[in-house]
């Protein structure tokens, strides 16, 4: 290896990150702190922003779309409300030391998509450091700084299949058989979460409605994960927050429909939306059903993903 590569690999650090999806969002009432009590099932999915950080003379953040796919990174802020720049200084005031470092992301995840695409920019970030200051840092404490930059981070970092509880931010594994095959139908128009977990809190006051604490619970689709026929998941799917992503975006049913008229077994809002999630057959299944839906002019764009897939995962530069 020449001495030029290795300075490249000492001095710059890439991760990549998947996106997420809820295969079943269970959400209780609103808390005193401003969050929800989750029930959720996460899945990572072949999805991902890379996320470099390299030793500079300051902190930067800059972010690059890739060719035709996903984001608008015109919507992301690049000052210190960045969630990437958050990252870097909390793991900067754990570990005692400036974070002088440029941060660069390729975004292919959707921004506002409900798919944790801010969360998976400050997984990387917090990963990546982590490996190029050399950090010997317990895997709790990271999914602790985790936590407190957002309630998607942890598992963002973990990947694979999880049930989340809490605000979302306490993981265990689970177990998923097989592969399952998605299609992603991105809308034009974010949703901010907040305004989405809002306006569940607005339609269940209008109804009278008080979440019941048994619903929340996703024990059919936990086996039904564990034996992996994605003929008896795809009933399954349930997300609480989809009629309030549904009540702030009402096109959206078009596209869910749209979805199950191409041939999907199931489909749902991805977590605060406005990215509508199918789970197909098979691989071959997906890929029809992305052409059919691409057709059907319902979404901004539509592409397939498969799943799980592992957590935030850091390149091997190429010699
Ligand atoms: O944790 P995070 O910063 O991603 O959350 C963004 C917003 O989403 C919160 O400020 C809150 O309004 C809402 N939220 C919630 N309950 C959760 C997670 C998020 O109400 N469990």
């Keep these: 290896m020449s001495p030029a590569s290795l300075s490249v690999i000492s001095d710059a650090v890439t991760v990549r990150v998947p996106a997420k999806v809820n295969l079943h969002l269970g959400v209780g009432p609103l808390r005193d702190d ?43 802020p690049l000052d210190d409300d960045n969630l990437a720049v958050r990252a870097v200084r909390a ?9 002088k470092v440029a941060i660069e992301i390729v975004k292919r995840i959707p921004v506002a ?11 990387g970030a917090l990963v990546a ?5 050399k950090l010997d840092i317990p895997r709790a404490d990271l999914l602790d700084i985790a936590a407190g930059l957002g309630s998607d981070v942890p598992f963002s970092v973990q990947g694979g299949t999880a049930l989340g509880t809490g605000r979302g931010e306490q993981l265990m594994p689970m177990l998923a058989r097989g592969e399952l095959h998605w299609v992603l139908a991105f809308a034009r128009d974010g949703l901010s979460t907040p305004s989405v977990f809002r306006e569940l809190d607005r339609l269940r006051a209008d109804r009278d409605l008080t979440p019941d604490p048994d619903e929340l619970r996703p024990d059919a689709l936990v086996q039904a994960l564990a034996a992996g026929d994605p003929h008896v998941i795809a009933p399954l799917l349930h997300n609480d927050l989809q009629p309030a992503a549904l009540s702030l975006q009402p096109g959206l049913r078009r596209t869910l429909r749209a979805g199950i008229d191409a041939g999907a077994l199931g489909g749902i809002v991805s977590g605060s939306g406005p990215t509508c999630m199918f789970l197909c057959a098979d691989a071959d299944a997906a890929v029809a059903v992305a052409a059919e ?16 897939v592992s ?9």
């Design 91 to 99: 793991l900067g005031e754990y570990a005692g030391r400036d974070p």
């Design 129 to 133: 450091l982590a490996a190029l200051w």
């Design 293 to 308: 839906l691409s057709g059907a002019g319902v979404a901004r764009s539509v592409r397939t993903a498969s799943g799980p």
């Design 113 to 123: 998509g409900g798919m944790a695409g801010g969360s998976a920019d400050a997984a």
């Design 311 to 319: 957590g935030a995962t850091r390149q091997v530069p190429s010699a």
């Design 34 to 76: 401003g969050y929800h009590d989750l029930v959720t099932v996460y899945q990572a999915l072949s999805l991902y922003d890379d996320v470099t950080v390299a030793r500079a003379a300051g902190l930067s953040v800059e972010m690059t779309r890739d060719s035709g796919r996903g984001a608008d990174v015109a919507e992301v």
